[in-house]
Each structure stands twice: as structure tokens, then as C-alpha cells.
């Protein structure tokens, strides 16, 4: 079974010292950084923007996967791709099916991948099945966007499979985003997620180096035991 990986999300960091969070998280074994980009319409917060992922991609190695919490996010992909985002996901309540292609093309020349995201309420376009060759990910949203710290809605898990079962036999990246942590994490790899976003579980813990390697052992149990 392939590798489950962390993302942790520094919406939940210190961002005074978003080099030091990053440095630690990936220090620890965190496999990507999550960017939680909030313009204050789509989402009811405001956090921060290409400014910010081109300071931070100058501190880490890490790929950079920028979750674009915003309204026409087809006017800053440029932008973010050009400060260095790796991943970026846009949502799916926000772009038109005719904009899908071409936004992967715009990515993709440039070596880099684009996903779509889903909040909570939101099932699964119509459109998916046809426009898969231009997907390389989805991000299926477990709170509602905006903040850290809010409670996991296990009605979604759901989702996980309906996308998996539409996408096979195409490889396809999971990402599972918002009120993940070390006890619900094993459900959330069972249902098949190949991606976990975690943000308070890590950075508001106290020590975010030990919060990546607990999350660490509790995937890597879960996913022995899936296999056996
Ligand atoms: C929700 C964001 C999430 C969230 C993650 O607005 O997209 O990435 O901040 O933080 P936790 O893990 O604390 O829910
Ligand atoms: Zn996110």
C-alpha cells in the first residue's frame, strides 16, 4: 500500500513564525505544507496570499499545497503559481466545468497540479467522470472553510469512495481537510484517503514535532492492518 501522507496546516501555525512551524513540521517527516488561502467571500476569514507562499517556498523543500478558499480563483492562479505552490486546488462551487481544462493546462505547463475541492454540503459535479484526465487531486472538505480547530464531519467519509469508485482505474490523490487528529485519523485512511490535512492537531498541540510523529504511527498502524 502506498504511503498516506501529512500535510500540516499552517493556518493553525504561529504566523509570526511560519519558518520556524514549517521548519519543525518538516523536520518531523510532514510530507507537503497546506496553505489555506481565505479571502474573507468565499470563505468568513482572511489569511494570506502569493506574498506569503513565496516567502515560505524559500524556507522549505517541501511541496507546497495551496487550498484557494476563494471566489474566482481563476484570476490568481497565475499568481500562485508563479510564488511557487506545487498543488493548487480550487473549489468546485466556484469554477465552471468549461474552466476546468484549461486551468489544468495552465498548471500542468508548468509541472504542477491542480485540485478540486468540495465542501462538506457540496456532492460531487456532475462533470467529474468527463474532466478526470485534467484532475490531478480532490480535496473533500470535512468542516466548513475558513478556520482551524473545528469538529470532523464524518458524513463526508462517504464522498472518499463515490470519488475513488469514479476515478478507477486513474490514479488519483485524496485529500481529506479539516478536524483531522491522531484518534480519527485511522477511519479516514480506511475509507481510502491518500492525503491528510491537519492543522490544530499539529501546530496547537504544544509540540509539533512529536504531533507529526504520532500522526505518523497511527496511518502507519492503520494502514499494517488494512493490509494483513
Ligand atoms: C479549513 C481549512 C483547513 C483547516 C485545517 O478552512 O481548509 O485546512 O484549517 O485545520 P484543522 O485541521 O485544525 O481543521
Ligand atoms: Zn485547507
Known sequence: MNRVKIAPSILAADHADLKGEIGKAE????????VDVADGHFAPNISMGPDTVRSIRATTRLPLDVHLMISEPEKFVGSFLSAGSDIITVHTEVVE???????????????????????????????????????????????????PGQRFMPEVLPKVGQVLELAHPAHIELELDGGIDQG?????????????VAGASIFRKGDVKSAVHEMRTVIDRTLQEVSA
Open 97 to 147: 466545468e468549461k474552466q476546468v481544462s484549461k486551468l489544468s493546462k495552465t498548471i500542468r505547463e508548468q509541472d504542477k497540479k491542480l485540485g478540486l475541492a468540495l465542501k462538506p454540503s457540496t456532492p460531487i459535479p456532475p462533470w467529474f467522470k468527463s474532466n478526470l484526465a485534467s484532475i490531478d487531486l480532490v480535496l473533500i472538505l470535512a468542516v466548513n472553510p475558513g478556520f
Open 27 to 34: 523536520s518531523a517527516g510532514a510530507d507537503m505544507i497546506h
Open 184 to 196: 480519527n485519523a485511522p477511519v479516514i485512511v480506511r475509507a481510502g484517503a491518500t492525503i491528510l
